[in-house]
């Protein structure tokens, strides 16, 4: 029996997944755990096994298309079985819209039946519903052409992006029936083809000037990705539901940088990962943010003007990539070694970067660290992720000078920015969980010791 294939179900906070690579084709061979298609949600890109071993009789979905969870996108069975109780309700009117479009209006036997000695008004666009997706239809208006004349080569007869840059790049062609006196012209035949009509045309008034290159366009409209729109939503949706509030506070980073450089010397003796500063900054914040007095903090203010408060530290970590910002979440970080928070950050950034961060990995964070020391950022405003009551950005490292014993010398210094939700938390215990934060920090090696 066919065996459908569906889109999975990857979370109860996920409505639709982007259908963005299938890796087999219709009418090829596939076997069960073989990875069939790739798919993207808001926070992350996965790959999907073949749920059964048969032939990929039939898909119902092209690259790129926007589909509900747990909706049929193709069937795999036996070569001539059908398909059509597979069909999702979504594409059924279009199905049918397409059966009913009457083959009179076929563009090819318009040109067939048209004599040589007709008028020669070009051949007008085919009527009637032609199936393309998204794509293929941008990058046709961009580019100046009409999509309906391109060779379709998607699934169930679709135009796709390809078949649009295959129309592009083929430029002007010729008939069969005036190929001998085509010298490379364009004409006023069906997609700009040289036919009979255009024989004995003056080449400059044989049709049309060119469109032009899609290289030419004074700009690219580009579409946000899945997880791009989710950044833009959420962060919105911070800044417009939430009363935040930054506050920057700097502390003597001379001893957790002579600390790592211990470690970094001795790590392969001890069979220690490679412990960073921002390792260590989230071990510290996972210590002070478990105090009862920082508890505001480490919490999630949800409506109805609760206040839940997490036993536990979840930190949420900051990843860059190259879709966008991903936050992998280490839960109860305030039990774990510094060696353990260690080794989970990098899995955990390590997976975001690659696109197969399980979407159950970023939940349930409590609190939020973000770092742009890396790149020279001495002081920033973090946004908050909702329902969380704040967010730590970490800064860079930036030499100053203080007076010991009345003399001045410098110092490594590194700065925190702390973004709170001031409906939950006032400036005053921000404040001192920044400065608990600082001097937990400056006295890094006693930290360890509690």
Known sequence: MATPVLMPNVGISVESCILTE?????????KEGEILFTYETDKTTTDEPAPASGTLIDVFFEEGAEIPIMTNIGVIGNPGESTKEFLPDMLKGASEEKAEAPKAEEPKAEVKAAPAEE???PVKAPEGFVAASPRAKALAAKAGVDYRFATPTGAEGRICEA???ALIEKGPSATPAAAAAFKGEAGSGIGGKFSVADIDKPAAAAAPAAAPKAEEAAYVDEKMSGVRRAIAKNM?????????????SSFDATEIMAFRAKLKANAEALGLPNITLNDII???VSRVLAKPEHANLNAHLLEGDILRKFSGVHLGVAVDTEKGLLVPTIMNADKKSLAEISKEAKELAKAAQAGTLAPDKM???????????SFGIESFTPVIN???TGILGVNTITTRVKVVNGEMKPYQAMALSLTYDHRAVDGAPASRFLKDLCTALENFSLLLCK
Do not use: M
């Open 363 to 373: 939940k349930g964070a409590s609190f939020t660290i973000s770092n742009l020391g």
């Open 22 to 30: 299938w890796h087999k084709k219709k009418g090829e061979e596939v």
């Open 236 to 248: 919105l949706n911070s800044l417009a539901t939430t009363a935040q509030l930054t506050n920057t």
């Open 163 to 165: 078949d649009v840059r």
């Open 282 to 284: 989230l071990y510290a």
């Open 386 to 388: 909702p329902p969380q």
């Open 119 to 121: 008028p020669k008004a």
